[in-house]
């Protein structure tokens, strides 16, 4: 993107911006580059126009990149190693637990929305993971 200092006859000097130079006087031809202002469209580019060049920072691109596929990898791989897989006993499991039914620990498992919702209602704490961690998923 480039930036112009633009002037209408009446003297207000405005900033237009215009994805190249040629874009202007292209514009300006048809009577498309108006003062926002007045609304004047004999439009000239101030003579001492201050060009902004707005590219892609080129130091963000490839910097800074999360690899998410690891990251799911190891969160998954956390979650087997602390947890113990009950499959689709998951909410059955939770509420036990909730309820001091079953001894109290870090499960893992796959639920329906119908038990999400279940579960929430009852105001059992639990993390939703977008990736499969249950052995049971695996033949989904
Ligand atoms: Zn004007």
New binding site residues.
Partial sequence: MIAFDLE?P?G?IFEGWFDRNESFEEQNIHGLVR?P??D?SDIRKVMSPVAVRRSQPAAAAGQEMIDYRRLAKEVVEYIKNNSEDVGVRFAAEALKIHYGVAERRSIRGSATSDEEKTLKEEGVDFIKVPFPVSDDDKTN
């Fill in positions: 209408c009446q207000h003062c202002y007045c004047d």
